[in-house]
């Protein structure tokens, strides 16, 4: 697919600063970043990206908070959950990465970014019999990909209850832009334990 991705625990990498031969690139993100957990996972993501291209990222934000490499042509994306980050790497597609943890809390969220369409498709697995945590699992993707989309399409996607509609068939998983049915090709990714990784990618 020419597109790399990869995780990794945030603990692992949080001491590899020391490592960079370039600090120097790193420092005024990390001053802007007051707590430790936004430090770490700033170095995680930075760590993860220097193992993916096989040189040291020199990353820069566009103002809307998207990153980018001021050192490389390649696309990126990156995400954060608790424990986790995630990257994705293409020389070939923009693309969009997001990754997140199955928990209770989607329950009392999902109707707020969902479509309708989407909504019952989550109550039904409850009326199947299938139980809280493949309803949350179905729930916890929908919000993955509609993140991941969003980081390809930008703000034109943002309100996801009426901008996207996430759907799958015979010719695999995507997700419509509703206002000009632009179509972004979608991959459920393996992930650690009671994760779900989503990726995006144009």
């Known amino acids: 697919m ?4 990869r995780y990794s625990p945030i603990f692992d990498c949080s001491d590899k600063l020391s490592s960079f ?7 005024p993100y990390l001053s802007e970043r007051k707590s430790e957990k936004r430090r770490a996972e700033f170095i995680a993501a930075i760590a993860v990206l220097r193992d993916l291209l096989g040189f040291e990222p020199r990353i820069a934000y566009l103002d809307n908070g998207k990153p980018y490499l001021l050192n490389s042509q390649s696309n990126i994306s990156i995400s954060h959950c608790k424990d986790y980050v995630c990257v994705a790497v293409s020389d070939k597609y923009n693309v969009g990465i997001d990754i997140e943890q199955v928990t209770p809390r989607i329950d009392a969220l ?10 019952a498709a989550y109550e039904a697995r409850f009326i199947k019999g299938c139980g809280q945590q493949e309803a949350r ?3 916890t993707l929908v919000w993955c990909s509609k993140e991941a ?3 390809i399409i930008g703000d034109s996607v943002a309100d996801f209850p009426t901008n996207q509609q996430i759907t799958s068939d015979s ?7 509703i206002s000009t049915g632009k179509t972004i090709q ?4 393996a992930a650690p334990n009671n994760h779900i ?3 995006a990618y144009d």
């Open 197 to 199: 990784i989503v990726l």
């Open 2 to 5: 020419e597109i790399k991705v």
């Open 21 to 27: 031969a370039h600090q120097e690139w790193f420092q």
């Open 186 to 189: 979608l991959k459920n990714l």
């Open 110 to 119: 999902a109707q707020r970014y969902m479509t309708a369409d989407e909504f």
């Open 171 to 177: 010719s695999g998983f995507y997700g419509k832009v």
């Open 137 to 139: 699992e179905y729930a």
């Open 149 to 151: 989309v969003y980081k």
